[in-house]
């Protein structure tokens, strides 16, 4: 699989040129990082799992955060679904500003794959990214609330 990250990641030796190595690549954040996106593209039309983080960074709390349109707008553009994954007790993986990985339970939760709706021309209209975005965030937030029962720190 090849995944997207913070391109502040690139900068710590040699964090960076593993994740390289790994496939990964960096993503400018705060920006619509076009060469990102045509990479991400390149990648699915290569016929590579790609996984991208719609919130943009990680997140605490029991609810899903506004989502970016990035992955909806690479999925309609490469012309594949979207697969949604809800991880449960990664908070206490690895809790956000902590610099260190700690033992504990984590669940992962697949759901249905989300595809873009074609019009009767076949295209996909404009408005298609915003309704995926809309139903990608429905969707996290039912498989975060699950993964969080299955790992045993529900939502409060």
Do not use: H
Not at 65 to 78: N, R
Not at 102 to 107: E, H, I, S
Not at 131 to 153: C, F, K, P, V
């Amino acid at each position: 699989m090849r995944f997207m990250g913070k391109d502040s990641l690139w900068k710590f030796a040699p964090i960076g040129w593993i994740l390289s190595t790994l496939g990964a690549f960096p993503v400018t954040r705060g920006s619509a990082d076009r060469e990102a996106l045509k990479r991400c593209i390149a990648v699915l039309q290569a016929g590579e799992p790609l996984v991208l983080f719609p919130e943009g960074t990680r997140q605490s709390g029991p609810v899903v955060q506004p989502l970016f349109d990035g992955a909806a707008y690479v999925a309609v553009k490469a012309g594949v679904p979207i697969i949604p994954v809800g991880i449960g007790g990664s908070e206490g993986v690895m809790p956000k500003g902590s610099k260190m990985i700690y033992p504990r339970k984590c669940t992962v939760v697949v759901g249905e794959a989300i595809r873009a709706q074609l019009d009767e021309e076949g295209r996909v209209p404009r408005s298609a990214v915003k309704d995926i975005t809309a139903q990608l965030s429905t969707e996290l937030q039912r498989l975060y609330n699950e993964a969080q029962i299955l790992a045993g720190t529900p939502n409060s």
